[in-house]
């Protein structure tokens, strides 16, 4: 689990223990898991969940169209889903039950992504605009086996003049 007290520790983590690489020896992926961290806590572009991807895409110098054409399609039950990953979300309802209580989380049009991967399924998210947090970068976990309905495809960023 990521401790938010520790950002530095934790960007080291999820980047291999690599952060002090210069940045185009990182892949796209780390580039934006880095991106991300750094402004946890903090309002990205005008809030938007859909910002947060925007810009992280464009400061590791993704391949993407601009829209929500965040990269190639990664199928989370067969592929490897990994941090710096793109989640969309389209009219999805989440429950995470406990023994005593229903939490239902629910997203019409929603941007996030992925910093950690705890195992198929099981995923640490970053996103802005929901929840308590309000329009600044927070973390939340996302566990697949927790989604009731909706649509939820994960997007592999991609650099077109680097093969990684």
Known sequence: MLVAS???LALTALVGGRIDQEPEVLTVNERVVAFVMAHEGKKVGRGECWDLAAEALNSAGA???GSYGFGALVAWREDE???GDIVQFEN????????NAIHTER???HTAVVVAVHGRGEFTIAHQNVGDRGRKV???ELHMRDVRAGK???HRPGRADVHE
Do not use: A, N
């Not at 989440?94 to 023994?99: G, N, Q």
């Open 6 to 8: 520790l950002p530095f």
């Open 63 to 65: 391949d993407w169209d």
């Open 81 to 83: 889903v990994l941090p």
């Open 92 to 99: 999805v309802r989440v429950e995470h039950r406990t023994e």
């Open 107 to 109: 997203y019409t049009k």
């Open 138 to 140: 927070g973390r939340s």
């Open 152 to 154: 939820i495809m994960f």
